[in-house]
């Protein structure tokens, strides 16, 4: 069965910088997207960022969109989240998931494999 399992999380405060890591036990295939979610307590999972894993397109939420970057390599079958400029309302559970098709997909339901998640808490 493939696992996603995500790593880089941590306490860090409001500026400060951060970068997930998300590891597949199985290579994706060239019809897969990876992406990135986020869950704050007491609100739902939404999505942040998405990658087509042959490169060549992304997609961000607008919460993020000139602040965090999602990239992958796909040598080592690993996502990334580099995450700048760092906020308060940046504090939730981030989990990475994949899907086949488009990256472009802001429905939850529509990922059918998940990571365990990763916190991250911004302190002002």
Same mark, same amino acid.
């Given at each position: ?15 400060? !910088? ?5 590891? &597949? *036990?199985?290579?994706?295939?060239? *019809?897969? &997207?990876?992406?990135? @979610?986020? $869950?704050?307590?007491?609100? #739902?999972? #939404? @999505?942040? &960022? ?8 992304? $997609?961000?939420? /607008?919460?993020?969109?000139?602040? @965090? ?6 040598? !080592?079958?690993?996502?990334?989240? $580099?995450? /700048? /400029?760092?906020?308060? #309302? ?18 939850? !339901?529509?990922? /059918?494999?998940?990571? $365990? ?8």
């Amino acid at each position: 069965q493939v696992r996603l399992v995500e790593s880089g999380g941590g306490l860090v405060q409001a500026g400060d !910088s951060l970068r997930l890591s998300c590891t &597949a *036990s199985q290579r994706p295939f060239s *019809s897969h &997207a990876m992406g990135w @979610f986020r $869950q704050a307590p007491g609100k #739902e999972r #939404e @999505f942040v &960022a998405g990658i087509r894993w042959t490169g060549g397109y992304e $997609q961000y939420s /607008n919460s993020v969109k000139g602040r @965090f970057a999602i990239s992958r390599d796909t040598a !080592s079958a690993t996502l990334y989240l $580099q995450m /700048n /400029n760092l906020k308060p #309302e940046d504090t939730a559970v981030y989990y990475c998931a994949r899907r086949t098709g488009s990256p472009a997909v802001f429905d939850v !339901s529509s990922w /059918n494999l998940w990571g $365990q998640g990763t916190q991250v808490t911004v302190s002002s």
